[in-house]
């Protein structure tokens, strides 16, 4: 193939001579040409070295910028000859994980190990520099091939090309291939693209793995990925850092599985990029499927409840009424949580330190996740100074939820103003909080024109809640038609209580299929709706597999009419866990069923211990379950609790339980309290108690009050059951006689 070729061949063409032993006036030149290589020795990667912006050095558009200029080494290529400096090229990774990106031309400055482009440029224009660069043009015109290789590589840095050329020529014939790949690099920058790839092709035969990465890059934009490969592959196996980052950009790109190895080569020598590429490969590898920290995973973004999707006080107003839920579902921060994560969060953090603000947004999610909010809150500000919006609007979040609003508003604008939809969400939210509607709408708006679909979701909350139902039908269709599910729940919800059930089923079904457990919920109640019990309870099941407590109870009581109590026993268990006080009522139904009656305790015997239908009864009873309550009452009575049992009759009679107030009348009675009793029977007979009637009749008889018995007879005839209302027939009947004696 062309771009092979056998470097032994070549280096008897007479192109690479043996270099020459110097005079000896020149060999204290090339000692200290030796020396500074030695001290200018630089990483080739812009980890190691910094940020050092050289001027000069540019990137191309296309896949990257091919080469460079960094720091200096010491070859001994024929025993006897002195060092030679050899330049390697910049550091461009790549910042896409594709084939095609940004190129980030980096370079190490000359001097030990610089820190930054201003520091570099202070020891390029100190006296000893200024000395050294001297030295080296005395020697280079002397004819010591190692200073005009130096003399050119840094006259080349500093952006003087005219200058570079003689000197990077002169040090090519002597066979230096420093010389040879830099003075690629000055015709690549002229634009005499072929000639360039022809000296890195010499210097790359010879062993130079700056000039062989330089050639892959090259072969790469000229779209020959095998030839790529190769010359890639020789300057990865030489040790070189871009070399290996950019071998593992190109496998990467073909989904090569050796990507990962090429990766952690370049990561293990300070290369910043690839130790992000690293982590961001190890944390799908420990995910089912890819997911950004940051991103949207799912069919939909997220429902606006939640106020890092900026859905703000409106959000609370907005859901469904009636049956229909509009429930929230705030998500993690995220990112997958099993798996390689740790080492993932090793190589964030070491790319987070040399400066790299993704990574140092990534680190700071895990930490948040983590629950490490004060080290999560330093390395999002570090990233948001470094310009990721993302990571300012994290950062506001943080200030957020640690009670400090008006920073976390200052951080959100900043993140806004540079398009970052979910911060202009935020911002919607604070400005909806404050009653500030037609900021908050201004705000929405500017995450809709980010591309941010949770605004329009928004604004259609925002117009629900000022009773804008026009409005908001439609910014809840622009939302759903973009794929945002908790809108199309929204919308259908919408649809319903406008009386169109027909357009509403189809966006409930939209928002199911994507994953929405209230559409899914919703769904159920409109098949139940129709009677359609068998498709209701399809999606019902769908809800309660996903942890929709309300769509578990359906289940769990379908169960039951079923005969299924074991199966309907776990789904009542997973509702009551979740806080539904019905779902606890009735598993406390299920467990009682079981169980033989409590009798009275003898004298003298402890008072039994509460059973568990009891503790999931009462659970029911202080979320305000009347019939639990009455049922606590009931089995706390039977233990001879009988001020627990009082209690709860109270409870619940008050909140309007008929069998409360006439338990309490029963409980009143037999402690000597008739007057009382007969006001909570009064009511409990008002409100329909057929018993009550009947106790308040008995009452009346007793005291004489014979045409008031007669009056709650009749009253207890007319509610029933058929037991009582015979008996109340029966003393009606004796009343009626003994007033007519």
Request: glycine residues 12%.
């Amino acid at each position: 193939m062309v771009f092979m070729g056998d470097r032994a061949t070549l280096l008897k063409t007479g192109r690479f001579v043996q270099r020459r032993v110097h005079r000896p006036d020149s060999v204290m030149n090339a000692a200290f040409g030796g020396a500074a290589a030695e001290s200018n020795k630089t990483a080739e990667s812009d980890e190691a070295a910094g940020i050092a912006e050289i001027a000069g050095i540019t990137a191309t558009s296309g896949v990257t910028a091919t080469s460079g200029i960094i720091g200096t080494t010491k070859t001994a290529e024929t025993a006897g000859c002195a060092a030679t400096v050899e330049s390697a090229e910049s550091a461009e990774g790549a910042e896409s994980a594709g084939a095609t990106g940004s190129a980030e031309a980096i370079e190490a400055a000359e001097g030990s190990m610089a820190q930054g482009a201003q520091e570099t440029q202070e020891a390029r224009e100190s006296p000893e520099s200024a000395e050294s660069e001297e030295r080296h043009r005395r020697a280079a015109d002397a004819g010591d091939t190692t200073s005009m290789s130096v003399l050119g590589a840094l006259l080349l840095r500093r952006g003087d090309l005219d200058g570079a050329e003689p000197y990077l020529r002169a040090a090519t014939a002597d066979g230096d291939r420093a010389a040879a790949n830099n003075l690629g690099v000055l015709l690549y920058q002229r634009g005499y693209i072929d000639d360039a790839a022809g000296w890195w092709r010499i210097a790359a035969v010879a062993g130079s793995a700056a000039a062989a990465h330089a050639l892959g890059r090259h072969y790469r934009e000229r779209g020959d990925e095998p030839g790529a490969e190769y010359w890639l592959r020789q300057s990865a196996e030489q040790g070189h850092a871009l070399g290996a980052y950019a071998l593992a950009d190109l496998l990467e790109h073909r989904s090569d599985v050796g990507a990962e190895r090429w990766l952690r080569a370049a990561a293990e020598q300070g290369h910043r990029e690839a130790a992000y590429r690293l982590a961001r490969m190890l944390d799908r590898s420990a995910a089912d499927d890819p997911h950004d920290a940051f991103g949207r995973p799912g069919l939909g973004p997220g429902p606006g409840p939640d106020p890092r999707s900026g859905s703000g006080a409106a959000a609370d107003r907005a859901g469904a009424t009636g049956r229909f839920a509009g429930r929230r579902t705030d998500g993690p921060v995220a990112g997958p949580t099993t798996g390689r994560v740790g080492e993932a969060e090793q190589w964030y953090r070491q790319a987070a330190a040399r400066g790299h603000g993704r990574a140092a947004l990534q680190l700071g999610a895990i930490l948040e996740q983590r629950g490490e909010p004060k080290e999560a809150g330093r390395w999002y500000l570090i990233s948001a100074k470094a310009g990721e919006a993302r990571a300012a609007c994290a950062l506001g979040f943080l200030l957020r939820d640690a009670g400090d609003e008006e920073s976390a508003a200052v951080w959100w604008l900043r993140a806004a103003q540079e398009g970052d939809g979910n911060a202009a969400n935020a911002l919607g939210a604070l400005h909806a909080a404050r009653g500030e509607q037609q900021t908050a709408e201004r705000w929405y708006r500017a995450a809709m024109d980010a591309g941010d679909v949770n605004g329009a979701y928004n604004l259609a909350l925002l117009c629900t809640a000022q009773d804008r139902t026009h409005q908001a039908e439609q910014w809840y269709r622009r939302a759903a038609y973009a794929g945002h599910r908790e809108a199309a729940n929204a919308l259908a919800v919408l649809l319903l209580q406008a009386g169109d059930p027909t357009g509403a089923e189809p966006w409930f079904s939209k928002a199911a299929e994507a994953g929405s457990v209230d559409a899914a919920f919703n769904l159920g109640i409109l098949y139940a709706g129709r009677d359609e019990d068998r498709m209701a309870l399809v999606w019902y099941e769908r809800a309660a597999a996903a942890g929709h407590t309300e769509a578990a109870l359906q289940v769990g009581m379908a169960l039951l009419h079923r005969g299924e109590e074991q199966e309907a026993e776990r789904h009542l268990r997973c509702a009551a866990g979740g806080g539904s006080a019905e779902a606890a009522f009735r598993l406390a139904g299920v467990l009682d069923a079981r169980q033989p009656p409590p009798g009275p305790p003898a004298l003298g015997e402890p008072m039994p211990e509460k059973t568990e239908c009891e503790e999931w009864y009462e659970r029911a009873a202080e979320q305000g379950h009347r019939r639990a309550q009455v049922r606590v009452g009931m089995l706390a009575a039977a233990r001879g609790d009988v001020d627990s049992a009082a209690r709860w009759y109270r409870e619940a009679a008050e909140a309007g339980s008929c069998n409360g107030a006439f338990n309490l009348g029963l409980l009143l009675a037999r402690e000597g309290s008739e007057r009382e009793a007969a006001l909570w029977w009064s009511r409990a007979a008002n409100d329909g108690h057929g018993r009550a009637a009947l106790r308040l009749a008995l009452l009346a008889a007793r005291r004489g009050e014979l045409a008031e018995g007669q009056r709650w007879c009749a009253r207890a005839v007319e509610l029933g059951p058929a037991e009582v209302a015979e008996r109340a027939a029966r003393l009606r009947e004796a009343l009626h006689q003994e007033l007519t004696a």
